[in-house]
């Protein structure tokens, strides 16, 4: 196990699509022999790393009385929920009822345990339905294993549905007007013609008539995880190595919150790559993030029926198919099989 | 580290708040790419004109700025 499949179609739609890998939170946020509660998907999730770094995914709830077992404690190699000491290990079996040796529920595995992975300093963890425990294939985005390209990871939590944040980066024109003002994309004309091009594993929507001087395009990758590629030009100050690109990846935390997953990368080796990592870390990060706050100002101040009550034009094909594209799955998820 | 929601951090790739002769080092590498060029010989040239230094004083050279890129950048 497992999510349930009893969930309407609107709740999946709501909450993110199920049988496949998302972004949880940044590795960093559970250190060796902790425990951390994160929410995805609507629910409550424990993330359990071992000393040995060794992560597991755990629901955040005791199978004895659902006491969240993130207020229990960790045990090394298991979790000890808090309210009356049962023990689950980290695939979910039940290994101790301590008020009750022997009892029926040791050695059966009662708890949904997810498979995760970890990729550029991130918690990657998939999220089966009943009809689906066993993990989607994952292809990982080749700037992130890519041993000429170096990426940096930036994480920021908005209050939005994360459909919305997706829908952003699905639509490259917001970044002539929104960020406009930015150090990045300040450049290139307001007006544009767009159209898709389908791929083996997404679409590109493109510009028809400017490419590399703002952000001009974008790739929907489905490879068993959902993600965005982009370049987006540099100035001559950030040095050798062209355009950066951003590798971008949404967490479904419930209805109204959602996770932003951006590896800001480039590709450089050597003396480019360490300057571009020192230029980065003093100066650009911080611009990025004004550039990032953009887009959740105003993502967060979207009204929530935002997409019942539009007037969509050209530019916006490439958010309809993707809206086309997660509804159709949502409702085939909420289906009996 | 935090657990409160929402994690908004402006610096998530630093370790520690750049020092004064950092953020020099930086400003003017932007300045020196800007005017200069993006070959490792413009660098070391650019830098060693504006008289930013290595922090032991010496003029910058290809090696000793690949190292200290190295240090700083890693």
């Known amino acids: 196990m497992t999510l349930p499949v009893h969930d309407t179609a ?11 890998w998302h972004p949880v939170v940044p590795s960093s946020f559970v250190t060796p022999g902790a425990m951390r509660k994160v929410t995805a998907l609507g629910e409550q999730w424990l993330l359990f790393r071992r000393s040995d770094g060794t992560l597991s ?17 960790h045990l090394g190699d298991r979790v000890a929920c808090w309210y009356h000491g049962v023990e689950v290990e980290t695939d979910g079996t039940v290994s101790s009822v301590p008020g009750l040796p022997g009892c029926n529920l040791e050695g059966k595995k009662l708890v949904t345990s997810l498979p995760v992975r970890e990729v550029g300093g991130a918690v990657l963890a998939y999220f089966g339905d009943e009809r689906h425990p066993e993990p989607a294939e994952l292809t990982l985005p080749e700037p992130l294993t890519d041993p000429e390209v170096d990426a940096i990871l930036c994480y920021a939590e908005w209050n939005g549905p994360w459909r919305f944040a997706v829908e952003n980066l699905l639509d490259p024109m917001h970044g002539a007007f929104l960020h406009h003002e930015s150090h990045t994309m300040y450049n290139g004309d ?3 013609k767009f159209r898709i091009r389908e791929t083996d594993r997404g679409y590109f929507f493109e ?10 395009w974008v790739e929907l990758c489905r490879t068993g995880v959902d993600w965005v590629d982009l370049t987006i030009p540099y100035p001559p100050s950030a040095g050798p190595g062209g355009p950066f690109g951003i590798v971008g990846m949404v967490c479904p935390v419930d209805e109204d919150r959602t996770g932003v997953f951006f590896w800001r990368y480039r590709r450089v080796r050597g003396w ?7 230029l980065y870390k003093t100066l650009i990060e911080e611009r990025h993030w004004q550039v990032l706050e953009q887009d959740r100002v105003m993502l967060e101040a979207m009204p929530a029926d935002a997409d019942q009550r539009e007037n969509l034009y050209q530019h916006d ?9 997660y509804r159709a799955e949502a409702v085939a ?3 009996p099989a | 580290m935090t657990t409160t929601w929402p994690y908004l951090d402006v610096h998530q790739s630093r370790t520690h708040e750049p020092t004064p002769y950092e953020y020099k080092l930086a400003a003017t590498l932007e300045e020196v790419f800007t005017k200069e060029g993006h070959e490792l010989a413009d660098v070391v040239r650019g830098l060693n004109a504006r008289q930013v230094h290595a922090p032991d004083g010496a003029p910058w050279t290809e090696e000793s700025f690949r190292a200290e890129m190295n240090r700083l950048g890693a």
């Not at chain 1, 480019?272 to 020192?278: E, G, I, M, S, Y």
């Open chain 1, 57 to 73: 995914m755990l629901a955040d709830r005791c199978p004895h009385r659902g006491a969240p077992l993130s207020l229990g404690k």
């Open chain 1, 272 to 278: 480019q790559r360490d300057t571009w990592r020192f």
């Open chain 1, 207 to 216: 510009k028809t008539d400017q490419r590399g001087v703002n952000f001009d």
């Open chain 1, 10 to 20: 609107d709740h999946i739609y709501a909450t993110g699509l199920r049988n496949q």
């Open chain 1, 190 to 192: 307001t007006t544009a």
């Open chain 1, 317 to 325: 094909l490439g958010v309809v198919r993707l809206r086309r594209m």
């Open chain 1, 333 to 335: 998820q909420a289906s």
